[in-house]
Nanobody
Framework: QVQLVESGGGLVQPGGSLTLSCAAS????????MGWYRQAPGNERELVAG???????DYADSVKGRFTISRDNAKNTVYLQMNSLKPEDTAIYYC?????????????WGKGTQVTVSS
């Protein structure tokens, strides 16, 4: 088990920036990957960015060049730096920890943090 706590959301104007943090209750080194997802009203939850234990990153096409995911293993924290924010980035952002297993892969979720991009 692991508890994931997101923070850093809020209201920001278009073109602005926010940095989200995801603090884990145990070492994030134990997970295959960490990621950020988002869900807007009426939409399915979608992957925004992911980072593996080796530091390989992946991004949704809609955020490439604007968002950056990073991890600090010493602090058991994953970050999402969001720049050039657009109204369509408005959503609840969730942190995810994924543990691969051929027998029982597991995913853990935080409760989410609201990001609203509006003038």
């Amino acid at each position: 088990q692991v508890q994931l706590v997101e923070s850093g959301g809020g209201l920001v104007q278009p073109g602005g920036s926010l940095t989200l943090s995801c603090a884990a209750s145990r070492s994030i080194r134990s997970f295959t990957s960490m990621g950020w997802y988002r869900q807007a009203p009426g939409n399915e939850r979608e992957l925004v960015a992911g980072i593996t234990g080796g530091g390989t990153t992946d991004y949704a096409d809609s955020v490439k060049g604007r968002f950056t995911i990073s991890r600090d293993n010493a602090k058991n924290t994953v970050y999402l730096q969001m720049n050039s924010l657009k109204p369509e980035d408005t959503a609840i952002y969730y942190c995810n920890a994924y543990l691969f297993s051929t027998i029982s892969p597991r995913g853990y979720w935080g409760k989410g943090t609201q990001v609203t991009v509006s003038s």
